[in-house]
C-alpha cells in the first residue's frame, strides 16, 4: 500500500452534557468511542475535521451542543481543528499537547467549532449568546483558558497564538434568522460578549463570521492579540472616537439615572454606550460649531 492510500485511524470520544432523557431519542445511543479511518497523506488538521464529519453524517448527531467531542489518534494526542483547511497543508491547525498541560485544554476550543458552526449556519439563534457564555464561563472554571499556573497559561498561550491570528471562518451566508444576525446586527461588523475575564469576539467579513475566544491578562499576552483585553479594547475604541471613558459615564448617567453603575455594565455594553456617546458628541460638535458661526455672523459689525 503506498503512502498516498494508506489510512490512520482516530477514536472520537463523544459525550453527552446533558441528562440522557433530554436528549433527543435518535441521539441517546451516541455517547461512547468511536474509531474512523481517514486517509494518512492529509494533514493532521483536515484529517480531525474529516473523521468528524465522517462521524456526524454516519450517527446524524442532530444538537451538537448536546456533546462534547474529544478527538485522538493511536497516541493519545489530541487534534484541534479551528478551521476547515483549503488543502493538506494545514499542518499549523494540529495543536497536541504531549501531556505539557491537561487534556481537557482543547476541548472547550473543539466544542466552540462544532457548537459555533451549528448554530451560526443553524436555526436556534437565541442560544447563540448564551452557548458562548457558557462555554466560556467553562473554559475559565477549568482552567482552559487563564491556566492554572504561570507556566501553564505561558504555554497554552505559545500552543494557540495562531488561533488567535487564524480564528475559525463560518459561512458568509447564514440563513436570515440564524445566530450571527442575532449577535450581529445587520449594520453590525463586529460584537463582543463578555463573560467574567474572557472576551468572545463575533467578527462578519467578507469570507464569513469570525468567532474567537481571547482571555484577559494571560502571562505573555499572546493568547490575547490584539485589542482582545478589555481595557485595549475600550482603549482603542476611546481613542478612535475621540472622546473619553469619563464624558461616556456622563452621558450614560443622563441617559440611565436609575441603571447599574457604568463600570459595573460587562465590556461589550459598555462598548455599545461608548458607541453612542460618540455618535451623539459628533453630533453635537456638528451643532456647536453651526451655532458659533452663526453667532459669530450675527455679532459681526454691519
Known amino acids: 500500500m503506498n503512502k498516498a492510500t494508506e489510512v490512520k485511524t482516530l477514536q472520537i470520544h463523544a459525550v453527552a452534557v446533558v441528562p440522557r432523557e433530554d436528549l433527543d431519542e435518535d441521539d441517546r445511543e451516541i455517547p461512547g468511542t468511536y474509531e474512523v479511518t481517514v486517509q494518512r497523506d492529509v494533514s493532521d488538521g483536515l484529517a480531525a475535521w474529516a ?21 485522538f489518534d493511536p497516541v493519545r494526542q489530541i487534534y484541534l481543528d479551528q478551521e476547515e483547511p483549503t488543502d493538506a497543508e494545514g499542518d499549523s491547525l494540529r495543536y497536541s499537547y504531549e501531556g505539557k498541560l491537561s487534556d481537557e485544554l482543547p476541548t472547550m476550543r473543539m466544542r466552540l467549532t462544532l457548537d459555533v458552526s451549528y448554530y451560526v449556519n443553524g436555526t436556534n439563534p437565541k442560544r447563540l449568546a448564551e452557548m458562548l457564555e457558557r462555554l466560556a464561563a467553562q473554559g475559565i472554571e477549568n482552567g482552559m483558558l487563564t491556566g492554572s499556573s504561570s507556566a501553564q497559561v505561558a504555554e497554552y498561550s505559545m500552543q494557540v497564538q495562531e488561533v488567535a491570528n487564524e480564528p475559525q471562518v463560518l459561512s458568509p451566508h447564514p440563513a436570515a434568522e440564524s445566530g450571527s444576525d442575532y449577535v450581529l446586527k ?7 460578549i463578555s463573560v467574567d ?3 468572545v469576539h463575533v467578527v462578519r467579513t467578507d469570507e464569513g463570521v469570525i468567532v474567537d475566544i481571547h482571555a484577559e491578562g494571560s502571562a505573555n499576552g499572546a ?14 475604541l476611546l481613542e478612535a472616537e475621540g472622546i473619553t471613558l469619563e464624558d461616556v459615564e456622563m452621558q450614560y448617567a443622563y441617559d440611565w439615572p436609575h441603571g447599574p453603575a457604568f463600570f459595573s455594565l460587562p465590556s461589550a455594553d459598555r462598548a455599545c454606550h461608548i458607541r453612542a456617546a460618540a455618535q451623539r458628541n459628533r453630533a453635537g460638535v456638528d451643532a456647536f460649531v453651526r451655532s458659533q458661526r452663526e453667532e459669530s455672523g450675527q455679532s459681526q459689525p454691519a
Do not use: M, Q, R
Not at 473523521?51 to 478527538?71: M, P, R, S, T
Open 51 to 71: 473523521a468528524l464529519e465522517a462521524f456526524h453524517e454516519k450517527n446524524g448527531v442532530e444538537v451538537l451542543e448536546d456533546f462534547e467531542f474529544h478527538v
Open 186 to 192: 445587520p449594520e453590525a461588523k463586529s460584537c463582543w
Open 197 to 199: 475575564s474572557a472576551a
Open 223 to 236: 493568547i490575547a492579540g490584539s485589542g482582545a483585553t478589555y481595557s485595549e479594547i475600550e482603549d482603542e
